[in-house]
């Protein structure tokens, strides 16, 4: 991924097979990122299907989901599980009541936190994230029932979590049950990038296949959207 200050927005696509993994880059994906989307917002893939499905993503950056974890020890487990997948960047839940600072990350690959939409998260955990050495921050949604995430958070409420990422230095993101008539409001925030599943799925069934077309068609809404918009 380009450094956390970079002014064009990022098109991440959670994607479940290394065929998914192939087919998302091949569309204009930046970020093919692996997650098994049949186990809730942030199930991740076994180790070697990981490591199969970023093999397959050659050719640009990537991301690998760890878990949700209950406990500082649990997400200590799930970042070793994956350390050695070749995924640039894990991707790890930090839910409210675990503290970030008890959390050992490992220096490689970077770790980005991911904070749910529901919780409410205030922006003023972005530094506390930065100082437990986390390199990014996202907001998704954790319950898939078809609320997107501007259902759950309002764009001041974005703008705001987006803005105490880049004051932190941290790479941010913000996904849940996102359409491709989210990108103009949502790139206008600046995040490092926006992320899809459902909503690049045929039917937006986020465990049905995902559809090329519409990856294109995110990809080229991304690339249309004012570059002015993006905050410096
Ligand atoms: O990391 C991004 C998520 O995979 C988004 O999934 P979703 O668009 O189905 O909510």
């Given amino acids: 991924m380009p450094p956390a200050d970079s002014r064009r927005v990022r098109l991440l696509v959670s994607v479940r097979d290394p065929a998914e993994a192939a087919l998302a880059r091949a569309a204009g994906a930046d970020l093919v990122d692996a ?27 990537t991301s690998a989901v760890a878990g949700e974890p209950a406990s500082g020890e649990e997400a200590a487990a799930m970042l070793a599980a994956l350390a050695g ?9 930090v839910p409210p009541g675990l503290d970030p600072a008890v959390l050992r990350l490992p220096v490689v690959p970077p770790v980005i936190a991911v904070l ?32 997107r995430l501007t259902d759950h958070l309002a764009l001041p409420q974005l703008a705001a979590f987006t803005d ?7 790479l941010s993101g913000l996904a ?27 039917g937006a069934d986020r465990r049905g296949g995902l559809d090329p077309a519409l990856i294109r068609a995110a990809a080229r809404r991304l690339a249309a959207a004012p570059a002015d918009a993006a905050a410096a």
């Fill in 164 to 170: 105490a990422c880049r004051r932190a230095g941290l």
């Fill in 35 to 61: 997650k098994d989307p049949a186990r809730g917002a942030l199930g991740g893939l076994p180790p070697d299907e990981t490591r199969a499905v970023i093999a397959a993503a050659a050719g640009g950056p």
């Fill in 116 to 147: 749910f939409a529901e919780d409410g998260p205030d922006p003023a955990i972005v530094p506390v994230l930065a100082a437990a050495g986390f390199s990014g921050a996202m907001i998704d949604t954790r319950v898939k029932d078809g609320r």
């Fill in 176 to 202: 849940g049950s996102l359409r491709l008539d989210d990108i103009p409001a949502l790139a206008a925030l600046a995040p490092g990038y926006l992320g899809f599943r459902g909503g690049l799925c045929a």
């Fill in 85 to 93: 997948c070749g995924a640039d960047y894990l991707k790890i839940a």
